[in-house]
């Protein structure tokens, strides 16, 4: 067993739980986070069913950020859709025998990889372009789209230029999941599109990217815009009536 092997597999066990963990906490946090007050952006839905086909609108097409920019909802949306086709490809990594539509996105999930580069060189050229998003964009910002910029890149590379060895790659994955470990292909782009997707594992329950479950615990989006109909009262709202 080499060291390289060796280190990407601690590397990999040490991300999944970082990742596991930091997320089912950071939900926990949010899911517990009180909503005192009926605060829903209207016109808002008036019945639970309308909330749940405004949040299918707002998670699959973006709706309020269509309504706020167009241009910032098209990059945004472009990489999104994309990063879930080239997700939804890698799948074939993890598994064997692979489902079958996991080989039916095959060939999308190819040309997604060029649409998640365009999408982030644009939302990363809009933080260098738009006077307003300059100023108020953090290094983190920046980092967060080099990051995943980075990752397609390096991807891509894989896939035109540097090719590997995917047979055993795979292998390697999938001795992580059965604790058997088999050896990683040392092949330098590999190398870095694994340590830095093991990096974005790392980061991301303590990043702006926990926009991704945030988004189903937004009061503004979840709410039924219904205070005249129902009293609104929070849980720990309703103790303090009980004891008063
Ligand atoms: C442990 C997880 C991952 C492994 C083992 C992995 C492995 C690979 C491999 C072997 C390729 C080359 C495919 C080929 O030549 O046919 C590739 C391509 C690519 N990867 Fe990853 N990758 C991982 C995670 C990710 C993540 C999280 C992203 C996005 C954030 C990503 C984005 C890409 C892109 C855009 C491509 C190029 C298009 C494609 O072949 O699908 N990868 N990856």
């Known amino acids: 067993m080499s060291l390289v092997t060796a280190i990407y597999a601690v590397l990999f066990y040490a991300a999944t739980i970082l990742l596991v963990v930091g997320l ?24 639970k069913g309308g909330v749940v086909w405004r949040m299918f609108r707002e ?3 973006f709706q309020s950020l269509f309504k706020a920019n167009k241009w910032t909802w098209l990059f945004g949306w472009i990489f999104h859709f994309s990063l879930l086709l080239v997700l939804l490809r890698h799948i074939r990594y ?3 025998p692979v489902w079958f ?17 365009i999408g982030l060189a644009g939302l990363w050229g809009r933080r260098f372009l738009v006077d307003r998003v300059r100023y108020i964009s953090a290094p983190s910002d920046h ?3 080099a990051l995943l ?8 590379g894989m896939y035109y230029v540097w090719h590997t060895d995917i047979i055993a790659l ?16 040392a092949d330098p782009v590999l190398l870095i599109h694994l340590a830095l997707v093991a990096t974005l594992m790392i980061i991301f329950p303590i990043s702006k990217l926990l926009h991704a ?17 129902q009293r609104h009262l929070a849980p720990w709202a309703a103790e303090l009536e009980k004891q008063g």
Do not use: C, H
Not at 24 to 47: E, G, H, S
């Open 59 to 61: 998670v699959v097409f």
């Open 143 to 145: 980092l967060m789209l």
């Open 24 to 47: 089912a906490y950071r939900i926990r946090l949010y899911a517990k986070t009180p909503a005192p007050l009926k605060i829903p952006t209207t016109p808002a839905p008036v019945t």
């Open 170 to 185: 795979k292998a390697f994955f999938l001795g992580l999941m059965r604790f058997d470990w088999q050896p990683l292909p």
């Open 149 to 156: 910029l980075a990752i397609g890149l390096s991807g891509l």
């Open 101 to 117: 539509w996991v080989g039916w996105v095959q060939p999308f999930g190819k040309y997604a990889a060029f649409g998640m580069v």
């Open 213 to 229: 479950p945030g988004v189903f615990f937004s009061p503004t989006r979840n709410q039924v815009d219904n205070p005249r109909e």
């Open 94 to 96: 993890f598994q064997e």
